[in-house]
């Protein structure tokens, strides 16, 4: 199985911060990478698909890139409804795997 | 619009089976684009994908392998809909379960509303 690895697992931010999440994926996936947003008792939330592409309906603060084995998940300009949990996921082979997921509270 | 409507019981005892339901709303189940998943998560575990089916041409399924010989994910085109089904539960198999489409490049774009399933006596 491919392993996901965030980092970091918590993030403390403040309103209009720029804030970068890494997901390191055991072995190359090409760009088979994807990122959720989380609420609590929420189902997760397509935010961006194959590494860098946006999710219709998805604010244009929130970015990815990467390649390969190392993906970034970027939020330009916090703002208040960002503070969830972000999980990243691959695609590239079966089983489909997650991160572990990354916190993001309110500093 | 897409939308997943899951149905299910809540509580199940230990070493039954766990069945669930996700009825398709703006697709088809038999789509040649999209597989349909069903997908678990609890604090101990996390997100934990379960399986899938898809059609392409003929029907197919995917399972994790830490559940392969407890599972069955069927299709029901006459519903439009999907089940997962889950042998011999333990209290381990106590999450939130979700059925998810996925689409683009394998990534889940439309999620159900979830079902927290508890296995206990």
């Known amino acids: 199985d491919i392993q996901m690895t965030q980092s970091p697992s918590s993030l403390s931010a403040s309103v209009g911060d720029r804030v970068t999440i890494t997901c390191r994926a055991s072995q190359s996936i090409s760009n088979y990478l994807h990122w959720y947003q989380q609420k609590p008792g929420k189902a997760p939330k397509l935010l961006i698909y194959?590494?860098?592409s946006l999710q219709s309906g998805v604010p244009s603060r929130f970015s990815g890139s990467g390649s390969g084995t190392d993906f970034t998940l970027t939020i330009s300009s916090l703002q208040p409804e960002d503070f969830a949990t972000y999980y990243c996921?691959?695609?590239?082979?079966?089983?489909?795997?997650f991160g572990q997921g990354t916190k993001l509270e309110i500093k | 619009q897409v939308q997943l409507q899951q149905s299910g019981p809540g509580l199940v005892k230990p070493s039954q089976t766990l069945s669930l339901t996700c009825a398709i709303s703006g697709d088809s189940v038999s789509s040649n684009s999209a597989a349909w998943n069903w997908i678990r998560q609890s604090p101990s575990r996390g997100l934990e994908w379960l399986g899938r089916?898809?059609?392409?041409?003929?029907?197919?399924?995917d399972y994790a392998v830490s559940v392969k010989s407890r599972t069955t994910i069927s299709p029901d085109t006459s519903k439009n809909q999907f089940s997962l089904q889950l042998n011999s539960v333990t209290p381990e198999d106590t999450a939130v379960y979700y059925c998810a489409r996925s689409f683009h490049q394998g990534s889940f774009d439309y999620w159900g509303q979830g079902t927290l399933v508890t296995v206990s006596s």
């Open positions: 089916t898809y059609y392409r041409s003929n029907w197919y399924n």
């Open positions: 996921q691959q695609s590239y082979s079966t089983p489909r795997t």
């Open positions: 194959a590494a860098s």
